[in-house]
């Protein structure tokens, strides 16, 4: 018996920045990254909270372009979960409008 | 966004007959068509640009809904339609089931946010499973007006 609690979590927060928002296809690539982590995943928005792991659930999210997202998740994996989601989002998950927010596109 | 805001009601179809994908986003491209909302001559061009972005991935997103869509230049404003196949259509959906329901949804190209809005109302109704039942058993366009009605109206979403 080990008195380690070993349940880790992890939160970031990130902003949609793709022209067409969190439609049918990033909310389809979002669930594929998230269940790829054992981690529970949770995506917030303006303080609603929904299932990472669930395409139906993140499209009534209706993210816009612009809206800031609070990834949050709870498992073993907690961390690289946020980080694999939070770049997925700020890469705009590589459609059109997103991934030139450098400048250089 | 309601469905009463970007259902045509003339184009809805309780009994679909395809039993493609393909042939499915045909004959539900024809009702609008029909149904007065969209050209007769932008057809061809419309059902290509769905098929073209169900290769990107399918639109049947699990629980036997499929949302095939596209964007159409001379749209002003979001139309979409609602059919119900009792025998199910093999659409590679994401969970590999079936799908019975399909919303199909034409954009204008410069708004994305109604079809974001479009799709949060259909994914909130489909949460519940008594709203996504009853659709599936729904036998004529009149049933599923008025299922769409009440959902409307708030009567399943709790």
Redesign the interface.
Known sequence: MTAEKSERSATGEVTVIN???????PA?ALMMCASGFQSNVEIVKDGECVDGKS???L???????GTRLVIRARGDDAEEAVAALTDLIARGFGEDGGGASDGTK | MKFCDFVCKEAIQADLTSVSKETVIREMVGLLVSAGQIADGDRDSIIGAIMKREELGSTGIGRGVAVPHTKHKRLDRLVGTVGVSSEGIDFDSLDGEKVQLLFLLISPEDRPGDHLRALENISRQLRDDTFCRFLKQAKSAEDIQQLLAEADNNQFVS
């Open positions: 022209e067409q928002g969190l439609h049918a296809r389809h395409i139906l659930s499209l009534t999210l209706a993210a816009a372009r």
